[in-house]
C-alpha cells in the first residue's frame, strides 16, 4: 500500500479532465477512479491505468478513497452532487454562483456535519485564490479598497452571443482588463468603477461569405447588457486563423487593493493569475485543497469549509518542518 | 467593555509606530499600551491616548491584553522577548532571520505550548506574505518555478556602504527588480537566474565638495559583495534633492511561479506588493495576524505558528458568514 493520498474524479468534462493531469503531476496523490454518469466504456480516457466506473457504483469505493474531487457545474450537478457525494467522502467542489454560496454552504455543511466528512466548497481561482487575497488584503490595509479584474479571458456566454448575430459563421469574445482602469487603481486615487469601465470586450469575427461586415460590428456593438455599456472592439478573422490562434481556452486577472497607512502613505496589493488553460489551472487548485481536505478530516474538523477556513500549509505536499526551513 | 481584542505593543520603533497607526486605523482592535526599555515619560508617542508603560512591568497586564505585538529586531530583541511574552502572552512577531527560523520556532514552540498560549512568527511580508504565495504556488502548480523579486526598495546596508566610501557625503541605494529578467520568467521558460541577474542596484550619491565623482563611481560599482556582481547605476544629486525625494522607507516586490498544465499550457501566477512605506505595511500585517492568534489561542490551539498554520478568515474583522456573502 503507497502512503499516497487516495482521489476520485466525479465528472469527466474539462474540468475533470484537467484534474486527472494535475494528480498525474504529482507525488503524493494517487488516482483511483473516474466516475461518470455516461457509459464508463465510452468514457475514452487517454491516461493509462486509469479506470472508469459509473457514478452509481461510487458508494463501493468508500474504504478505498479519501477525498473525491467533484467536478460537475455549478448550475445543475453540484447542488446535487455536493450534499450526495459529502455523505460518504471527503470532497472538493468549486462551486461558483456566487449569490447562492450561503445556501450552498448550509445545505453541504448539514449533511458532512452528520456524515463526519470534511466538504471544501467553492475551490478555484474565482471563487478560490482571488477570494483569499481579497479578505487578505482587505484585514491588512483597513484603510483602502478592492478592486478585481477579469481577463484576458475566453468568455463563453458573450462568444455564444456573437455567434448568434445575423452574418456570423464563427467567433469568439475576449474579456479584457482595462490598462488605464488598472493604473488609475494601481495610482492610489481609489477611483469609483463599474464593471464596464474596468475591462472591454475583444472579438475575433469569421463572417459568413459576403455578409454586412459592417452591419455585424453595429449589431454586436450595439448589443444591450453584452456589449453596448463596454469599449468592444470587433475584428474579422478567417476559419483558419480562428482555428489556429484561439482554439485555447486563456483566463486570468486581478486583484488590486490600493490601501493608505500613516499619514500618506500607498500601499498597494496585487495578486494576478495568467492562465492558459482556466480548467486546467481550476482542477490544479481543487487537487491541491484535496490535501487539505483529507488532513482537515483526519484532524475531525468536519462539515463544509471554504477557502478562508484553510491554512495554507495544509494544500502544500510538503511537511510543516520542510515549509519553515525553506519557504519561510 | 468593549468586545475589542486588546494589544500590546513592545518596543517602539519605526515597527511599534507603524503598529500604533494600524490599530487605529481599524474598528475590532484596542491599543492598551505601548511596552518600552526606555523611560515612558520620554517616549513622546505622539497618538492621543495611547499610554507608555516600562517593559518591566508588562507582567502586570496579563489580564489587561489579549495578544502582544513585538516590534523589535530580529538580531538580538526576538531571541530573548518572543519567548520571554509568550510565557505570560499570545504574541505576533516579525523574526526574519530566514537561517535561524527553525531554531526560532523550536525555542519559542516550547514556551508557548508549556504555557498555553499561541505565538505566530516571522509575520509580515517576507518572510509572511510571499512565504504563503511561494508555498500556495508550488502547491497548485506541481510542474514549475519559484522566482522572488525584492524592490523597489531602500537597503540599509547598502545604503551604509555607499555612505563609506571616500568622498561621499550622503546617499542611499535601491534595490531594483530587473524588468528584464521579470519578462523572461513571465515568458515561461523558467530560467536560472541569481540573485545579482535578477536585480540592479541604484545608488543617489551626494558628493562632498571638490570629490573626484569618476572615483566614487568606480568603488561604487567594484565594492565586492555589495555591488561588483551586479548591474550598478550611480547618480550624483544635492543634500536638498535627497531629502526632497528619498526621505521614505519604500520597498515591495514579487513571487512569480511560472508553471505548466496538461499538454503545454503555462500558468502564471503572481503576488506583488508596492510599498510606500515598508515599516507601516510590515506592522499592518503583525496586527492583522493578531486577530488570528487570539482566535486560535480561544481555540486552544496552543505553541509557535507560522503564517502557514493560519487560516485567512483568522485575520480578517469580518465574520465568517460575513466572508462567505460577500468576499467569496
Tied chains: 1, 2.
Excluded at 474540468?15 to 483511483?32: F, N, P, R, S, W
Excluded at 469568439?172 to 487603481?185: G, H
Aim: with cysteine.
Amino acid at each position: 500500500m503507497s502512503n499516497k493520498i487516495k482521489l476520485g474524479v466525479v465528472g469527466y468534462g474539462n474540468l475533470g479532465q484537467g484534474a486527472v493531469k494535475a494528480i498525474k503531476a504529482t507525488d503524493d496523490l494517487e488516482l483511483v477512479a473516474v466516475f461518470t454518469r455516461r457509459d464508463p466504456e465510452t468514457l475514452g480516457i487517454d491516461e493509462p491505468g486509469v479506470q472508469a466506473v459509473h457514478i452509481d457504483e461510487a458508494s463501493d469505493y468508500q474504504k478505498a478513497i479519501d477525498v473525491m474531487l467533484l467536478c460537475g457545474g455549478s448550475a445543475t450537478d453540484l447542488p446535487e452532487q455536493t450534499p450526495h457525494f459529502a455523505s460518504m467522502f471527503n470532497t472538493v467542489d468549486s462551486y461558483d454562483t456566487h449569490a447562492k454560496i450561503p445556501e450552498f454552504y448550509q445545505s453541504v455543511n448539514e449533511v458532512a456535519a452528520n456524515h463526519h466528512t470534511t466538504a471544501i466548497i467553492s475551490v478555484g481561482w474565482d471563487p478560490g485564490l482571488f477570494s483569499i487575497n481579497r479578505v487578505m488584503a482587505d484585514a491588512i490595509l483597513s484603510n483602502g479598497e478592492n478592486y478585481s479584474f477579469w481577463g484576458k479571458g475566453l468568455s463563453q456566454g458573450h462568444s455564444d452571443a456573437v455567434r448568434r448575430v445575423n452574418g456570423v459563421k464563427n467567433g469568439v469574445q475576449y474579456t479584457i482588463p482595462s490598462e488605464e482602469a488598472i493604473e488609475q487603481v494601481r495610482s492610489g486615487v481609489n477611483p469609483e468603477l463599474s464593471t464596464s469601465e474596468k475591462h472591454r470586450r475583444v472579438c475575433y469575427i469569421v463572417p459568413q461569405e459576403d455578409a454586412d461586415k459592417s452591419a455585424i460590428e453595429h449589431e454586436i456593438k450595439t448589443m444591450p447588457n453584452y456589449f453596448a455599456d463596454y469599449d468592444t472592439e470587433v475584428n474579422f478573422i478567417s476559419e483558419e486563423e480562428l482555428e489556429r490562434d484561439h482554439a485555447k481556452a486563456p483566463h486570468g486577472g486581478f486583484v488590486i487593493r490600493s490601501g493608505k497607512t500613516g499619514k500618506d502613505n500607498n500601499q498597494l496589493y496585487e495578486f494576478s493569475l495568467t492562465l492558459d488553460s482556466n480548467p486546467e489551472f481550476t482542477s490544479s487548485v481543487l487537487v491541491a485543497y484535496a490535501r487539505a481536505a483529507h488532513r482537515m478530516s483526519q484532524e475531525k474538523q468536519f462539515g463544509a469549509k471554504t477557502v478562508y477556513d484553510v491554512a495554507p500549509g495544509y494544500i502544500s505536499p510538503r511537511s510543516a518542518e520542510e515549509l519553515r526551513k525553506d519557504y519561510l
